[in-house]
């Protein structure tokens, strides 16, 4: 006598029963993870909404503050200009309510999210560049961006120490090189971007000594922040160079 097992015991049944347990368990893992998505974009769509309230509120209350101090510096100047003790102090007001103005105006690009991506952060190093030696012997040289770089993101923080590291070598340059030209180069390397600062001006040593200063100290400081390496090349009279690689997952060689 053979007793065949009711169907829902037969080995396909057993096999179905596993299926439905994993693809049960899958399901409610996807559904989950489709909710923390949700939740993510929600928590990221409200810091952007901050980010440009925060940006459009203090332009209007910082830009027009600072306006009016300009003004009333400029009056000041034209009221005491017989007072020739005081025009130099006024000068240097009038220079730092500029140095200001400029700093606010860094502050807020680096806030508003429309600017998070490679190309606005490489134009914004291009026009500092462009404004810092314009009036002075040095040519300023930048590459043309391509367009499709508007389409690599760069967050906030990185676009901040970048542009910081950039006017720091610029400044340095400026003040210090005696170089009749400072180029930009940029170059596609290894998962990322080479961006090269160069002069051809009087140069220096660099050792220990040169590279723990304050400035170039920070600005090892912030490439390390940004997950990016720098090195900066130099000798008495041969110019320097300073090279930023910055890793970007989305460039390629």
């Given at each position: 006598?053979?007793?065949?097992?009711?169907?829902?015991?037969?080995?396909?049944?057993?096999?179905?029963?596993?299926?439905?347990?994993?693809?049960?368990?899958?399901?409610?893992?996807?559904?989950?993870?489709?909710?923390?998505?949700?939740?993510?974009?929600?928590?990221?769509?409200?810091?952007?909404?901050?980010?440009?309230?925060?940006?459009?509120?203090?332009?209007?209350?910082?830009?027009?503050?600072?306006?009016?101090?300009?003004?009333?510096?400029?009056?000041?100047?034209?009221?005491?200009?017989?007072?020739?003790?005081?025009?130099?102090?006024?000068?240097?007001?009038?220079?730092?309510?500029?140095?200001?103005?400029?700093?606010?105006?860094?502050?807020?690009?680096?806030?508003?999210?429309?600017?998070?991506?490679?190309?606005?952060?490489?134009?914004?190093?291009k026009v500092f560049g462009q404004d810092l030696f314009e009036h002075s012997a040095t040519q300023f040289v930048f590459p043309e961006l391509p367009?499709?770089?508007?389409?690599?993101?760069?967050?906030?923080?990185?676009?901040r120490h970048l542009l910081l590291i950039a006017k720091e070598a610029l400044h340095n340059c400026l003040k210090h090189a005696a170089a009749t030209?400072?180029?930009?180069?940029?170059?596609?390397?290894?998962?990322?971007?080479?961006?090269?600062?160069?002069?051809?001006?009087?140069?220096?040593?660099?050792?220990?000594?040169?590279?723990?200063?304050?400035?170039?100290?920070?600005?090892?400081?912030?490439?390390?922040?940004?997950?990016?390496?720098?090195?900066?090349?130099?000798?008495?009279?041969?110019?320097?160079?300073?090279?930023?690689?910055?890793?970007?997952?989305?460039?390629?060689?």
């Open positions: 006598i053979i007793i065949h097992p009711p169907w829902w015991q037969q080995w396909w049944a057993y096999l179905l029963y596993v299926v439905t347990f994993l693809g049960a368990i899958g399901i409610i893992f996807q559904a989950r993870l489709r909710a923390l998505r949700r939740v993510d974009q929600v928590r990221q769509d409200e810091r952007e909404r901050f980010r440009k309230k925060t940006a459009r509120d203090f332009h209007d209350e910082a830009g027009n503050r600072i306006t009016k101090m300009s003004l009333l510096t400029e009056v000041v100047k034209r009221q005491t200009s017989d007072h020739q003790a005081v025009q130099p102090l006024l000068m240097q007001l009038e220079h730092s309510i500029q140095e200001l103005r400029m700093g606010m105006r860094d502050f807020i690009w680096v806030l508003d999210p429309k600017h998070d991506n490679l190309y606005d952060a490489l134009l914004r190093i367009d499709s770089w508007q389409r690599i993101p760069l967050n906030s923080p990185t676009r030209e400072v180029a930009v180069a940029l170059r596609l390397k290894s998962g990322g971007l080479e961006i090269s600062i160069c002069d051809n001006g009087k140069g220096w040593p660099v050792n220990k000594q040169t590279t723990s200063g304050s400035g170039l100290g920070n600005m090892q400081e912030r490439a390390r922040q940004m997950n990016a390496s720098l090195q900066i090349e130099s000798a008495p009279g041969a110019g320097a160079c300073l090279k930023l690689h910055l890793r970007i997952p989305q460039m390629e060689d």
